[in-house]
Nanobody, 123 residues
């Protein structure tokens, strides 16, 4: 079972990126999915999560109104659209699959983790 995160890169402040998280070996159709990030010298923090059916999304206050999380079941892929990026969004972003179906901001609820993709917001 693997989660492959991609889409990171260097972007200027105010720019946009779309991160993707593709699952292989398992569909995770009945699992909530989430994104977390870790900046240098800081602990991993919650970014966004989506329930198994895409019906409920939750976001960290720091990204509300700027980031949008959605999933495509046919492609077993979860996307994180990031707009109006700020330098403080710079971090390695990780996607994860929860053990349960409901969205959660708690790291302990997630069983499977991707390898991370680096997002750098800088002019």
């Amino acid at each position: 079972v693997q989660l492959q995160a991609s889409g990171g890169g260097l972007v200027q402040p105010g720019g946009s990126l779309r991160l993707s998280c593709a699952a292989s070996g398992r569909r995770f159709s009945n699992n909530a999915m989430g994104w977390f990030r870790q900046a240098p010298g800081k602990e991993r923090e919650f970014v966004a999560a989506i329930a198994w059916n895409g019906g409920t999304m939750i976001y960290a206050d720091s990204v509300k109104g700027r980031f949008t999380l959605y999933r495509e079941y046919a492609k077993t892929t979860v996307y994180l659209q990031m707009n109006s990026l700020k330098p403080e969004d710079t971090a390695v972003y990780y996607c994860a699959a929860a053990q349960g179906a409901l969205s959660s901001s708690q790291t302990r609820e997630y069983r499977y983790w991707g390898q991370g993709t680096l997002v750098t917001v800088s002019s």
